[in-house]
């Protein structure tokens, strides 16, 4: 069904991909895997026409295809659908699934009662109860993908990629996808899905093909590996805990919030949050977790209740009060809040506290800029080793790992991270949750909020579960098993 073969790519400074193939055959789930930076979406945007590649060539269904484009690879069966989701906010359900391929009447004029009702038939299949003519904008993450994997289905493809489809998608959320997958291999689709859950490449692939720094490893049936053995493939060493040790030492409270409610939305909302802790939220899709963060920086507002930060009382009207008072946030989308991606990792460390880089006359000082930028490249392993390379063009892990730096030249007191090891292969995960553990022992506090239980019980000293606005449960560390923690998150309020 698909044959890369030998395809090159190089950007200004990194050689995406050096020499690589891979071949997918009729009904395969191919598990796309690497670490951050390995390659594997650039290797999908070829395919998708979005990229050119340098030098290979590009198979379909015994076809060579001669200078792909979007447009021809969508013609020829190929949908792609990103890690970064590709809707348009302002428009409703159906017009981004059908977006330029709007069903006309006899008039000429959209046909918006037949599209409606086309969209609902796709949103039916993927068991997605969301009104068709529902704004994107009004929608959470986990839904916005849902519609996303609705649009490539609706497309007729036969080759659908997805790229980490599941990042923000609870595991109760992921298993109607999965069932959905599977019947459409029995139908002869072909899948190339990438992951950096190398539990649901078990579950779902048959099988699989390994990157490492732009480069082809191997490829072979899913039932020739196990975890360890793919990871030691992955990224060239074995790995024997993802989540590293670190003395819990917890200190008095920094932060405090009292019935916090925001009509429709948050209900009562009360905890603490300590000195050197990490305080997780766990819930499913839509339950008041992000909102909850976004209330307490004045991100969003709130109707009633109270926020006590280091002793004192406060309602952040803005989000730059919050900076300036000492939270910083990590937020669920790092491409669209988190960076600003036109822009080098310098531009983009010191942003929040430009002050630290400036005279008495308030002028910037580019070198002691660059000075502070090389030592949180070095610091946190970001790759390439360049603070002078645009953001946009690295990987999704060192890209996190740009905004967590910008935290910490910002001499932030409290963290707040939404998603945080979002999109990032295994190898960064590790490095990442090393980096927390290295601000906890300089008396940082950790709110975190994650779809991923696994994470939330390897990193947690407590964790806070929600559901419907509310908090339905807290654990403390002793306590926590996943059974326990979905038990308070599908709790009847």
């Known amino acids: 069904m698909l044959r890369m073969n030998h395809i090159s790519k190089e950007f200004p400074g990194v050689k995406a991909l050096n020499d690589v193939s891979l071949t997918v055959e009729n009904g395969d789930i191919m598990a796309l895997v690497g670490e951050n930076g390995a390659g594997k979406s650039t290797l999908m945007k070829i395919l998708s026409g979005a990229y050119e590649m340098d030098e290979g060539e590009l198979w379909i269904d015994d076809e060579k295809i001669e200078n792909p484009t979007p447009a021809k690879m969508i013609e020829k069966g190929v949908a ?76 007729d493809a036969k080759i659908i990629v997805l790229d980490e489809p599941t990042a923000v998608l609870a595991d109760s959320e992921l298993e109607g996808l999965f069932n959905l997958v599977r019947a459409l291999s029995k139908e002869g689709i072909s899948f190339v899905y990438i992951s950096h859950r190398l539990k649901e490449v078990f579950e779902l692939c048959n099988k699989v093909t390994i990157l490492k720094d732009g480069c082809f490893v191997e490829s072979g049936p899913v039932e020739d590996y196990d975890t360890d053995k793919l990871v030691a493939r992955m990224v060239g060493r074995v790995m024997t805990d993802i989540y590293p040790e670190r003395e819990h030492v917890i200190g008095e409270t920094v932060l405090k919030v009292e019935n916090l409610n925001r009509e429709g939305v948050l209900h009562d909302i009360s905890f603490e949050l300590h000195r050197g802790e990490i305080l997780g939220f766990a819930g499913l899709a839509g339950a008041g977790r992000t909102e909850t963060l976004r209330a307490i920086i004045g991100a969003d507002p709130y109707e009633k209740g109270e926020i006590t930060y280091f002793g004192k009382k406060v309602k952040f009207g803005t989000i730059k009060e919050a900076v300036d008072a000492g939270i910083g946030m ?67 892990g060192n890209q996190q790992k740009v905004v967590l730096a910008k935290w910490l030249a910002s001499d932030c007191k409290v963290l707040f991270v939404d998603e945080p090891t979002r999109g990032v292969d295994v190898g960064a995960k590790r490095e990442i949750y090393e980096i927390l553990n290295s601000l906890l022992k300089e008396g940082l506090s950790i709110l975190m909020v994650s779809s991923e239980l696994p994470e939330l019980i390897g990193t947690c000293d407590r964790i806070c579960v929600m559901n419907s606005g509310r908090i339905t449960g807290v654990l403390e560390r002793g306590e926590f098993t996943e059974e326990k923690i979905m038990s308070y998150a599908t709790m009847e309020v």
């Open 80 to 155: 792609v659908i990103y890690q970064e989701l590709m809707l348009l906010p302002h428009l409703s359900v159906a017009e981004n699934i059908y977006n330029g391929r709007y069903p006309k009447n006899k008039y000429g004029k959209i046909d918006y009662k037949k599209m409606n009702a086309d969209a609902k038939a796709v949103l039916d299949k993927l068991h997605l109860p969301v009104d068709p003519e529902e704004k994107v904008v009004n929608l959470s993450v986990a839904r916005r993908q849902m519609v996303e994997i609705g649009k490539a289905l609706s497309k």
């Open 330 to 396: 990590v937020p669920e989308e790092r491409k669209l809040q988190g960076l600003h991606l036109k822009h080098n990792m310098i531009f983009n460390m010191t942003l929040p506290k430009l002050s630290k880089y400036s005279d008495k006359f308030g002028t910037i000082s580019p070198k002691q800029e660059k000075k502070v930028a090389d030592e949180y490249v070095d610091l946190l392993q970001i790759r390439p080793f360049n603070s002078e390379i645009i953001t946009t063009n690295m990987s999704g």
